[in-house]
């Protein structure tokens, strides 16, 4: 079942009830009541904790209970909590997510150099197989030349096929802005791809905690102050799929603000279609098969992630 994302961009007061979130309205005055709200305040909503897998806080005045949030990290609910100027900034995830943790955490840390780099090639591929189809999304042309790096990546990705790769893709991207430039801190759109790629991120963190693993050992990344290593590995695949949403927006006539209308858009990253082993399902489901074959690798009953594609 498609779990779902909660967005939440005004003041609040969340808490849990029988297995329940509770969404309760500030007082009049628009300012957030003290501790012991009483029971007469105004209930907006409620939503049932095993429906959420992601629930996005981006108000400085929203009041989280402490019950509310140990409920849903035994749910395997992700927590994204945004700073004053509406970015993504905090994840939160539960410590634990599967029945045979601890058998899957020493698979993933003993997992052979030799391994890891197979798995890295057969991620950059897909991620460039991926780019190729976007481009072709975006351009109504193919670009064989996407094709053949991605057949090129040897193991490990030791040609570094995937900056290659890079390069030309974003160069290639947005036909009506040739003058685009991919960073942290460049123009927009830029600002809305990093929204949707921190969905991204969490999503595929959820997974693989979901499946036993550390989000935190990577099998490329290694960034000694990054604790989602693997989940940036993982991720890299499913990056077109987020171009293609924030594309899409630029094609229907939506600025590169970030506003609520965007952010309402952005969200629906989770429920975005994407094919994998000839059928059809949300990213959010894919997302859990991958991670799930994932951990076969690391034990040694697959050779090969299950990715998805576009077509």
């Known amino acids: 079942m498609i779990k779902k994302t909660l967005y939440f961009g005004n ?35 409620t939503i049932p904790i095993e429906d959420i897998g992601v629930i996005i806080l981006d108000h400085q005045q ?16 992700a927590i994204i909590t945004c700073d004053s100027k509406h970015l993504p900034t ?14 899957r955490f020493r698979s993933q840390l003993e997992a052979s150099l030799p391994l ?9 591929e897909y991620k460039i197989r991926n780019q190729a189809s976007m481009l072709y999304y975006s351009t109504g042309q193919y670009h064989n030349n996407m094709s053949v790096w991605a057949s090129s990546v040897k193991s490990g990705d030791s040609g570094n096929m995937e900056a290659r790769a890079a390069v ?13 430039i ?4 460049e123009e927009g759109p830029n600002n809305l791809l990093n929204y949707g790629y921190a969905i991204l991120r969490a999503i595929i963190a959820r997974a693989l905690v979901g499946s036993g693993m550390l989000p935190t050992f990577g099998i490329h990344h290694h960034n000694r102050y990054n604790a989602y290593c693997l989940a940036d590995d993982i991720m890299e695949p ?25 952010k309402q858009k952005i969200l629906t990253i989770p429920s975005v279609e994407v094919l994998m082993d000839g059928i059809r399902r949300p990213l ?13 690798c690391f034990n040694g009953e697959l050779r090969k992630v299950c990715y998805p594609s576009f077509e």
């Open 116 to 124: 890891r780099k197979q798995l890295w090639q057969q991620t950059i």
């Open 11 to 45: 003041p609040a007061y969340l808490s849990c009830k029988s297995k329940q979130l509770v969404i309760k309205k500030p007082d009049a005055t628009g300012d957030m009541p003290d501790f012991g709200i009483p029971d007469a305040f105004t209930v907006i909503k």
């Open 90 to 103: 905090g994840l939160i995830l539960p410590l634990t997510g599967h029945t045979i943790q601890n058998e």
């Open 238 to 262: 499913y990056r077109p799929f987020v171009d293609k949403v924030v594309f899409d927006l630029i094609k229907q006539g939506y600025g590169a603000e970030l506003d609520t209308s965007v």
């Open 284 to 296: 959010m489901v894919a997302a859990s098969q991958t991670t799930a074959s994932l951990a076969k």
């Open 62 to 77: 929203i009041t989280v209970t402490q019950s509310l949030m140990s409920t849903l990290l035994d749910n395997n609910s």
């Open 168 to 180: 030309y893709y974003w160069k290639t991207l947005f036909p009506d802005n040739p003058d685009f």
């Open 182 to 185: 991919r960073g942290q801190y």
